[in-house]
């Protein structure tokens, strides 16, 4: 199973699809299962993603009220007998994923998804941490996905550095619609 996962597109207008790195989109389509981890920002780009392609995601601070109202706030599901959490916030700095690593215990699982930093994260110990940073708004850094393959029982993932623009800011993308 090949899980693409992704966190923060913020998009506020428009087709999230179009807006996406294309090679994002390639990968996208290619996966077994989308995972999203908060901040979508919109209904609408939630919908058209889970259209696409079979889609796990939870809701991010920046979500409008209508998408959190169906998306939870965390969310566990089971592939191949390897739980994977799913949340917005967990981690407290882009430096430090204590709280992330007390949150996967929590929550009982052994792989937490988290987003809100904008910086991708692979962290292994008796758990395995996972951010995928923005492949839209990246915070020092690239913009990201993160994949993830499991078989037989095990999981391993890489980081993707994607195209696009580096280190934007939510604020500074604002100016660039076109």
Same mark, same amino acid.
């Given at each position: 199973m090949?899980i693409i996962?992704i $966190?923060?597109? +913020?998009?506020k207008?428009?087709s999230?699809i179009?807006q996406l790195?294309e090679?994002?989109?390639?990968l996208?389509?290619?996966a077994?299962m989308v995972?999203h981890?908060g901040?979508?920002?919109t209904?609408?780009a939630?919908q058209?993603l889970?259209?696409?392609?079979?889609?796990e $995601?939870v809701r991010?601070?920046?979500?409008e009220a209508a998408?959190?109202e169906i998306?939870?706030?965390?969310?566990v599901?089971e592939?191949?007998g390897i739980?994977?959490?799913?949340? +917005?916030? $967990?981690a407290?700095?882009?430096?430090? %994923?204590?709280?992330?690593?007390?949150? $996967?215990?929590?929550?009982g699982?052994d792989?937490?998804v988290?987003g809100h %930093?904008h910086?991708?994260?692979?962290?292994?110990s008796?758990?395995l941490?996972i951010?995928?940073?923005?492949p %839209?708004?990246p915070?020092?850094?690239?913009?990201?996905a993160?994949?993830?393959?499991?078989e037989?029982?095990?999981?391993?993932g890489?980081v993707?550095?994607?195209n696009?623009?580096?280190c934007?800011?939510?604020?500074?993308?604002r100016?660039?619609?076109?």
């Amino acid at each position: 199973m090949r899980i693409i996962a992704i $966190a923060d597109t +913020h998009i506020k207008y428009g087709s999230i699809i179009e807006q996406l790195p294309e090679d994002l989109v390639a990968l996208l389509k290619g996966a077994d299962m989308v995972i999203h981890a908060g901040d979508f920002v919109t209904r609408a780009a939630f919908q058209e993603l889970s259209n696409l392609k079979k889609l796990e $995601a939870v809701r991010g601070n920046m979500d409008e009220a209508a998408l959190k109202e169906i998306l939870p706030e965390r969310r566990v599901i089971e592939m191949e007998g390897i739980r994977i959490g799913i949340i +917005h916030e $967990a981690a407290l700095s882009i430096q430090d %994923t204590t709280g992330a690593w007390y949150l $996967a215990k929590e929550m009982g699982v052994d792989v937490l998804v988290f987003g809100h %930093t904008h910086k991708p994260v692979i962290e292994r110990s008796d758990v395995l941490l996972i951010c995928p940073g923005s492949p %839209t708004f990246p915070r020092l850094s690239e913009p990201s996905a993160v994949e993830l393959v499991i078989e037989k029982g095990k999981i391993s993932g890489r980081v993707i550095t994607l195209n696009g623009t580096a280190c934007r800011s939510i604020e500074s993308a604002r100016s660039f619609r076109g």
